[in-house]
């Protein structure tokens, strides 16, 4: 699918550096120089989209799946943060460009892919990256609330996925898909729209991944659990506080995790992989719970 068979650096790259996690939060000077495990033209000449691409998860996989060598096609709603973004990306001469669309709708959805194939011939992979939620006690969802979770997380994914395999068949591509979920097994409360979302778009993937397989299009699913980026300034600092002893390895994770572990589903490397939900929370599906709206006095807790 790519020009290089081989993702992981020839050296033996000083594994030392890696076992230590990568800080959390990452600013995007840190980005464009912290260490891969990815050789520098793992992705050279492929495509990739990525929504929700000026966000911490999307941004971080933005700029790694760039310094690779890809073209990343960065999407989300505000031009004004993704052309900053793809500014900076082409300040460390990396290729990157940007596009404006809600993937809540089908028609600019459409749009999108066409330009990207007009532009460039061609697309190898789509990273869907955008979503959100808001912590709440399920029984108070609003149906407002409720519909503006499930349309983005759930129908958007779709239709970002329905659109690209659309152009990969439509022009006998082959086509890798990485759909960024959430730890949906295990101990996860106070989301349960986006745990909702999220288990469809994990099902969904499981069932086209054999449908179309025959079109040589690969699906698979990257769950992150605690991983702390801006996005965690929606839940309280009380409730935060608790995320880094949600799992037995005791400490959040970053950014740079789920972007690695997106490049190795969507390259090369995971060739002979799809339907698969790779989780990467430290363990906390195995040991722990996160309640992001506090945990009740009934469970032991406080109920911050």
Same mark, same amino acid.
């Given at each position: 699918?790519y020009?290089?068979?081989?993702l992981?650096?020839? /050296?033996a790259?000083?594994m030392? *550096?890696?076992?230590?996690?990568?800080?959390?939060?990452?600013?995007? $000077?840190?980005?464009?120089t912290?260490?891969?495990?990815?050789?520098?033209d793992?992705?050279?000449?492929? #495509?990739?989209v990525?929504?929700?691409?000026?966000?911490?998860?999307g941004?971080?996989?933005?700029?790694?799946?760039?310094?690779l060598?890809?073209?990343?096609?960065?999407?989300?709603?505000?031009?004004?943060?993704l052309?900053?973004?793809?500014a900076?990306?082409?300040?460390?001469g990396?290729?990157a460009?940007a596009?404006?669309?809600d993937?809540?709708e089908p028609?600019?959805?459409?749009?999108? @892919?066409?330009?990207?194939?007009?532009a460039?011939?061609?697309l190898?992979?789509?990273?869907? /990256? $955008?979503?959100?939620?808001f912590? !709440?006690?399920?029984?108070? @969802?609003?149906v407002?609330?409720?519909n503006a979770?499930?349309?983005?997380n759930l129908n958007?994914?779709? &239709?970002m996925?329905?659109?690209?395999? !659309?152009r990969w068949?439509?022009h006998?591509?082959?086509?890798s898909i990485?759909n960024?979920?959430v730890v949906?097994t295990?101990?996860? &409360?106070?989301?349960a729209h986006?745990i909702?979302?999220r /288990?469809g778009?994990?099902?969904l993937s499981?069932s086209v991944a054999?449908?179309?397989?025959?079109?040589?299009?690969r #699906?698979?699913?990257v769950a992150?659990?605690?991983?702390?980026?801006?996005?965690w300034?929606v839940?309280t600092?009380?409730?935060?506080a608790? &995320?880094?002893?949600?799992?037995?390895?005791m400490?959040?994770?970053s950014?740079?995790?789920?972007?690695e572990?997106s490049? &190795?589903l969507?390259?090369?490397?995971?060739?002979f992989?799809?339907?698969?939900? =790779?989780?990467v929370?430290g363990?906390?599906? =195995?040991?722990?719970?996160?309640?992001?709206?506090?945990?009740?006095?009934? @469970?032991g807790g *406080?109920?911050n």
């Amino acid at each position: 699918m790519y020009g290089r068979d081989s993702l992981w650096q020839g /050296s033996a790259l000083d594994m030392d *550096d890696h076992q230590s996690p990568a800080k959390a939060g990452l600013t995007d $000077a840190e980005l464009a120089t912290h260490p891969t495990v990815y050789a520098a033209d793992a992705l050279d000449g492929s #495509v990739v989209v990525v929504s929700g691409g000026a966000g911490g998860i999307g941004r971080a996989i933005a700029w790694l799946f760039a310094r690779l060598g890809a073209h990343v096609v960065v999407v989300g709603r505000n031009q004004d943060k993704l052309n900053a973004l793809v500014a900076k990306l082409a300040g460390r001469g990396l290729k990157a460009s940007a596009h404006a669309a809600d993937i809540r709708e089908p028609d600019a959805v459409n749009a999108l @892919f066409d330009a990207v194939w007009t532009a460039h011939g061609r697309l190898d992979s789509l990273i869907n /990256s $955008a979503g959100g939620q808001f912590p !709440q006690p399920a029984i108070d @969802f609003s149906v407002k609330g409720w519909n503006a979770v499930i349309n983005t997380n759930l129908n958007g994914t779709w &239709y970002m996925m329905q659109a690209a395999a !659309q152009r990969w068949r439509d022009h006998k591509h082959p086509g890798s898909i990485v759909n960024i979920v959430v730890v949906t097994t295990h101990g996860l &409360y106070g989301i349960a729209h986006t745990i909702a979302a999220r /288990s469809g778009v994990i099902g969904l993937s499981r069932s086209v991944a054999v449908e179309w397989a025959p079109l040589n299009i690969r #699906v698979n699913c990257v769950a992150p659990g605690a991983i702390e980026t801006e996005g965690w300034k929606v839940y309280t600092p009380q409730a935060r506080a608790t &995320y880094p002893r949600s799992n037995p390895m005791m400490r959040a994770g970053s950014p740079w995790d789920i972007a690695e572990a997106s490049v &190795y589903l969507a390259g090369p490397s995971g060739r002979f992989v799809t339907g698969e939900t =790779l989780t990467v929370d430290g363990g906390s599906q =195995l040991w722990g719970e996160t309640w992001t709206t506090g945990k009740p006095e009934y @469970f032991g807790g *406080d109920n911050n």
